[in-house]
């Protein structure tokens, strides 16, 4: 369900939890791992018997939540009162599960930690270890308002320690980079006329007819032929915190001011690479900020 090439996705599912941001950035930061990082995070890494309590936590609380697919299939064979009321919870519902996005931690943003033998992908020690202390700092922030504060701790404490008294590398934004940061520092600090003013370029966008979806995909298809698949997941989950920084709602972010942003920074990505009617399409909503 999730991939790197599909980080827009992710990071509309994100942008709509209360632990999204967190979870971003814990993203973007191991989006930016390299093999020198791995010793450090398997040193962290606590006892299965330490972790095996929040995890049926984690487990038990996640499992509860809607998903878009559920609600779908349930208001096909709903009142039409009945089915409204299924609608309006689309806008918090996700996409995907945890499963998916620790399944794309694992093999997409550590894909560079597994080798081939004998035809089959395996990971070393440290590299397990290490992959278990991101994970669980995944699911602690994914799943953080939904966790008592020990279970949060254990989950998460290893990976802050870590980073409390290091730096955290960055991903290579690209050619890109200024542009994508002064936009995100834009919308990071919105007040309440700027908040106004991309919610109605996001209402102008869902009545136009502007061919968004298509512009999305082929900025995803030129960041992956350029090699800027990591590049473009990390500004994505860079324009989460920001969009939530400024203070949309999860309803806000699903009315179109999640697309908005997140398009534009796909945009910004691969500006010298992508045709002028898909930038614009992409970037022109956010002209709205300017000023």
Not at 85 to 112: E, K, N
Not at 136 to 159: I, M
Not at 189 to 217: E, I, Q, S
Request: charged content about 20%; aromatic content about 4%; some cysteine.
């Amino acid at each position: 369900m999730y991939s790197l090439v599909s980080a827009p996705i992710l990071g509309f599912d994100l942008v709509r939890r209360a632990g999204g941001a967190e979870t971003a950035t814990i993203l973007g930061t191991a989006l930016a791992l390299g093999p020198a990082d791995l010793p450090v995070l398997a040193a962290s890494v606590r006892s299965d018997a330490d972790r095996l309590a929040a995890w049926a936590r984690v487990g038990a609380a996640t499992r509860a939540e809607e998903r878009v697919s559920d609600i779908a299939d349930s208001t096909s064979r709903q009142s039409p009162a009945a089915a409204v009321a299924g609608l309006r919870r689309l806008t918090t519902a996700g996409i995907g599960t945890l499963d998916d996005l620790l399944r794309c931690v694992r093999h997409d943003v550590l894909d560079w930690s597994w080798s081939a033998g004998s035809g089959v992908a395996v990971q070393s020690e440290v590299a397990t270890a290490a992959s278990t202390v991101i994970c669980d700092a995944v699911a602690g922030a994914y799943a953080g308002p939904l966790l008592g504060t020990a279970e949060r701790t254990v989950l998460c404490e290893p990976w802050r320690r870590i980073w409390g008294t290091r730096t955290p590398p960055l991903v290579d934004l690209g050619p890109g980079a200024p542009e994508v940061r002064a936009l995100l520092q834009t919308v990071s600090g919105l007040d309440g006329t700027g908040r106004r003013a991309l919610l109605g370029a996001a209402d102008a966008y869902r009545a136009g007819t502007r061919p968004w979806a298509l512009a999305v995909h082929n900025a995803s298809w030129a960041a992956h032929l350029s090699g800027r698949t990591r590049s473009a997941a990390a500004a994505q989950m860079l324009a989460v915190g920001a969009v939530q920084r400024a203070g949309f709602s999860a309803h806000e972010c699903a009315a179109g001011v999640w697309n908005l942003v997140s398009g534009a920074v796909h945009a910004m990505i691969v500006s010298d690479l992508l045709g002028d009617v898909d930038h614009l399409a992409l970037t022109e909503p956010l002209d709205a900020l300017k000023g």
